[in-house]
């Protein structure tokens, strides 16, 4: 499916803001390369739901919505405050009573919500919300994130108003009281250090056979994104009994390489004996690059800067579409992390650097933004050890920061199934001893056992980032939203003076753009020499970021203010919602 809205008026008997809407939402939020299918809209005692561009994936009952992949589904799972079903999902539930919003415990699917004096607007898409609120306030909270993690950071949305359910939350509304009041499950099962290696290794086989076993989906109309990795593979061996089609994409003729995602993944599919396809994508796929990046921040809502897997216009996805699948099945996981030594690298395997990282605090103050907090719940434990930290952060936050928002830039066109993520896969992950996760060590154990013959790939089939944004028209857009006031009301002039000098010396190919240049750079001769000698002494103890990174994730950033402005913008000013009314949180 696409995009899921509800919305739940404080009346019953009033109209909500998504009755006349859900028409107009279809539209909009739809890709523009596809024409969307028609919303299934459902409307009962002050409740509307809808989904936008529904498929046969689409899982409702009443006015209650279920998104992802549920594992043997239970008979009530669309009952607010009932247990919940194993898998990997996100759900909206509704009755007369209650409405319930639920994150997986890991946030693999993204809901976010608004309450306001008279409706709870709830919705896998920010912009669906912006658009009933019918207007939209910008949270400058987001920013230092964007820029530091490439993401919208652990918690928050574009919108002041709007809040992400969090891992493991649900979120209730009793409707009678107009309450909200939020419980966070923890999970329970802890490391079990007196089983043997065999034992562990068994049980994570047997577990993660269980998992693919009770999903039940029709295999003609599902394919698997297959790579050249371990994750992918092993799902292949799991599911190949079910009739499963493979696709992979990549730069023409990668799948001939020897190594490369592209050709690993070929000889997987013939040494399973399914069928595959390779799909090739260019970056001069679609003639106008304006078009790519109009269509990866419209589809994909700006929460994360990962262009280069789409940008062929996103090509791929209307092949997968206009074809008629469903969905496709990605392995996506929490096995475990490799090995780090630094708190660094832990928050950067987890899509949590901060500005800090990169820049010194003469840099961050003349950026004007919020101080950039981390949240508590993600700090390490006093008695956490560095690997547990790595993988519960993995856990918490990238996978629903990082890898849920990847998602969202695929399901305008298909849904997406990650059985890997089942939470009694994650249960069992859990209780592994840190060697065992440390390098994802007992399930590769697994992977190689099943394909002892074919090698893991040395190198991606994609595009790098860096390549679509060298290319000299995409360098121009990103120098003209620099020179735009909307770019201007956002950004200070020292940020947008060093994006632009980075872009231009891409452009004019006159000079490297090296750390080492800082001190002749427009901030640099702005610092006297001997500050500049000692700022950069430390500086090149830093982690680097590349300034072409940078400036793409401040057109990012601006571009996006204007995408959730005409969202705004479609629903006229005397329909607006009025004012917020928190309740209890």
Known sequence: MTRAVLVVSRDPKAPNSLDSYADVLNRNLAADNIDPRPPTVIQRSGVTAAVLNPSATSRTQGASIAIGTLLDPIGDWHAPGAPLPDGSFAL??????HVELVADGVGSRTLWYAVTDYELIASTSQRAIVTLLGSFEPNRDVLPWMLSAGTLGPLDGWDARVKRVQPGERVLLDRSRWRVKSTVEQPSPSPEPDLSHDAHRERLRSTVSDACRRWSFDARKWILT????????SLLCLLRDRGIETVTWGLPHSDEKDGNDAQVAREVARIVGVPHRFIAIEAGAVSDPEVVLRRFLALGEGR??????????????????????????????AFGSELVRSAYAVRSKTSLTTLADYFGASEIESFEFPEQRMPEALTRAPAETGAAWRDRLFRMSRIPTFLAALTDLKTPYVDVGNPLLARSVLDCVRALPDELRTGKRLWRELVRAQLPEVAIARRVAIPSVTDFLKERRVLQLLLDELASDRAASIFTPTLRARCREALVGVLNTKRSMRRTDWGETWLGRAVPAHVRAVVGDWRSKRPEMEPLVLAFRVFVASRMQAVLGADAATRPAEHAAPALAWGSR
Do not use: N
Request: proline letters at 0%; glycine letters at 18%.
């Open 92 to 97: 909206l539930r509704a009755d007369d009573t």
């Open 304 to 333: 994360v800067d990962r262009i280069s897997g789409y940008v062929d216009g996103f090509g791929v996805w209307k092949t997968l579409f206009e074809e008629g699948f469903d969905g496709v099945i990605r392995g996506d996981h």
């Open 226 to 233: 297959l790579s050249g990795g371990a994750d992918s593979r």
